[in-house]
């Protein structure tokens, strides 16, 4: 799938299940968070996310 598919077709999940997210998956989608641009790369980005020691 390339990035003008997943835009296209995206769409909201309302049901979720207690199913654990992988520290792999969640370190893939930290490191695309923090290479994502900000206005005027201004970088105010810090995220913590639960269960794991703050990441910066």
């Given at each position: 799938?390339?990035?003008?598919?997943a835009i296209y077709n995206r769409?909201?999940?309302?049901?979720?299940?207690?199913?654990?997210?992988?520290e792999e998956q969640i370190d893939?989608?930290?490191?695309?968070?923090?290479?994502?641009?900000?206005?005027?790369?201004?970088?105010?980005?810090?995220?913590?996310?639960?269960?794991?020691?703050?990441?910066?």
């Amino acid at each position: 799938m390339n990035t003008l598919d997943a835009i296209y077709n995206r769409r909201s999940i309302r049901q979720f299940t207690d199913e654990a997210v992988g520290e792999e998956q969640i370190d893939i989608l930290l490191h695309a968070a923090f290479s994502a641009p900000t206005v005027a790369n201004a970088q105010p980005l810090g995220l913590v996310p639960y269960g794991l020691e703050f990441i910066h």
